[in-house]
């Protein structure tokens, strides 16, 4: 079956801009978690949604948001960019949660000038 | 909040030597996961560990949790090219509110 899904996989954009990005899980799965990964911080948690409903979330400031579809397809939004936001963001589907194996998109690599 | 700890941060080996990682968190796990990220790749599932002292075995690769669930580490016996990545643990407190903590990684090198 088909894998975890990331759009768009690279993204330039300045310091004040917003992004969204998009996170199709495998199908049949219903949790969808979302990651930022950085040289420096390693995998940092952002949140997870279940069924359409943020179950859990990092310590991430407000400009971090995301939202789940009845699909179960994820987007997450960056308000007010800054250049600290440049990393790797993953996104991981499970069936039910970390209970489960989480399967790993290919990542949208973000970078702020 | 919890926390998950990993040394070594960098391994490097030669080929046909052993491996090990070592991870610890600040609290008692529910489970922990073992991923493995290739270099410019993303991190893909190894092994999940549930039980108190549990050892799993996956060919060269060796699992094992803790008898307290507050660590775990992975073995690798006679290492080969292709184990060259970044093994990452990641742990579900089990009270942390169900989040995966990972910890920073081991970043292992081999050369041939």
């Known amino acids: 079956k088909a894998g975890v899904t990331q759009t768009p996989r690279y993204l330039i954009k300045t310091r004040g801009q917003q992004v969204t990005l998009s996170c199709s899980p495998i199908s049949g799965h219903r949790s969808v978690s979302w990651y930022q990964q950085t040289p420096g911080q390693g995998l940092q948690f952002l949140f997870e949604y279940f069924s359409e409903t943020q179950r859990n979330k990092g310590n991430f400031p407000g400009r971090f948001s995301g939202r789940q579809f009845s699909n179960s397809r994820s987007e997450m939004n960056v308000s007010t960019l800054e250049l600290g936001d440049s990393a790797l963001y993953l996104c991981a589907s499970s069936l039910a949660g970390f209970t489960y194996e989480q399967y790993f998109g290919p990542g949208t690599r973000l970078t702020v000038t | 909040g919890q926390q998950v700890m990993q040394i070594p941060q960098y391994q490097h080996v030669q080929e046909g030597e052993d491996f090990t990682t070592y991870c610890n968190s600040s609290?008692?796990?529910?489970?922990i996961q073992w991923y493995k990220q290739r270099p410019g790749g993303h991190p893909v599932f190894l092994i999940q560990l549930v039980k108190s002292g549990e050892v799993k075995k996956q060919k060269r690769l060796t699992f094992q949790f803790g008898e307290a669930k507050k660590n775990s580490s992975l073995h690798i016996t006679a290492t080969q090219t292709t184990d060259v990545g970044t093994y990452f643990c990641?742990?579900?407190?089990?009270?942390?509110?169900?989040?995966?903590?990972f910890g920073e990684g081991t970043q292992l090198t081999v050369n041939p």
């Open positions: 609290t008692t796990l529910s489970n």
């Open positions: 990641a742990g579900d407190g089990e009270t942390s509110g169900s989040r995966l903590t």
